[in-house]
């Protein structure tokens, strides 16, 4: 979907949401699996948060330590 391909056509971002599960319901996105860092979670969900249509987003993501 639309998340997905904004994800995908950030350079910064394609390397780290290999693994991330996109889960998106009437606007609302739920992310969810592991990154590297608090910053990498925080751009991503941002990110996301910029897609035209998302409402919001459920950013639960986890940050492998």
């Keep these: 979907g639309r998340v997905r391909q904004a994800l995908d056509a950030d350079q910064t971002m394609s390397a780290r949401v290999q693994s991330l599960q ?10 969810r699996g592991t990154v590297a ?3 990498d979670k925080d751009a991503i969900g941002t990110k996301v948060a910029a897609v035209p249509g998302v409402t919001r987003v459920e950013n639960e993501l986890t940050v492998n330590r």
């Excluded at 996109?22 to 992310?31: D, H, P, R």
């Design 37 to 39: 860092s608090q910053s």
């Design 22 to 31: 996109v889960v998106a319901q009437s606007g609302v996105v739920t992310l």
